[in-house]
């Protein structure tokens, strides 16, 4: 049994683990806080496949939370093989989130010149993508190991 | 040895890299025959992802006829480690561009109905993205068969 940096059931994967979660609810805390954002498809999907971020990671992490306390392994192949495709469904959907609403905050900032003359927040559109960003690479990292860790167990 | 589906030096391998090569060739085609897409950095970056991912599948579907041509296994650690890293890096960067275009498009002609009056050509826009969601995917398919085998090699 492989002991990989993230693995579940160690510290550094509950730390992923709560990382991911509270850099999702960041991202749609300040997407939310931003007027206007439900004109542009993007934000939506954003704040959507953000929610999804933070309710499978927060599962994961209390999952985590309970094998570091009753001192269990839960590296068996079914619970392995369900983290690997959950983490690659999630984390494909975060980075296509990130991406569109990346998207999306260029056009508005940079190509149209829309933030002044429209009262668009785009620096609060910036750090909601910044946020998903750091969420999804988190996630790619936890992503990874499990793919690593299907191999070993 | 495994033979995967999909797997370098294999049939099934050389048309997924002449599907992926096709596919991103076509999505840089009708982009570039779109005009004003210059405007958007999104689509300037579909253009040059899209350019690498070529680049990289022609390269490999290359790779693949002479394997076939010549009866030689590519299936060595090394080489496999090789196709690996540049796959899922041509993978995530086709990924957040197609998903990057795919926001600005659905922005334009659905949220800020632009296509009429700013007579943009919204249809060769949604065609460009739909060809490259169809490469990533190619190359997505690509990618997890080369991770297995470097479980395998």
Do not use: E
């Not at 510290?11 to 992923?16: D, M, N």
């Not at 939370?65 to 590296?75: C, E, F, G, T």
């Not at 959907?93 to 998207?103: D, E, M, Y």
């Amino acid at each position: 049994m492989k002991k990989l940096f993230g693995s579940p059931g160690k510290v550094s994967g509950l730390a992923l683990r709560i990382g991911q979660c509270c850099f999702a609810a960041a991202a749609i805390g300040v997407m939310l806080s931003a007027h206007g954002f439900f004109n542009a498809t993007a934000f939506c999907y954003l704040i959507a496949s953000m929610g999804l971020q933070v309710v499978w990671s927060f599962g994961l992490a209390c999952l985590d939370l309970h094998a570091l306390r009753s001192k269990r392994s839960l590296q068996n192949p079914i619970l392995v093989s369900l983290f690997v495709v959950g983490d690659w469904v999630t984390s494909t959907l975060s980075l296509a989130a990130a991406c569109s609403s990346a998207g999306v905050t260029v056009l508005y900032s940079k190509d149209l010149n829309y933030c002044r003359p429209m009262n668009l927040p785009c620096s609060k559109f910036q750090i909601a993508v910044a946020f998903a960003f750091i969420s999804w690479f988190l996630l790619a990292v936890s992503s990874i190991v499990m793919f690593r860790l299907l191999g070993a167990v």
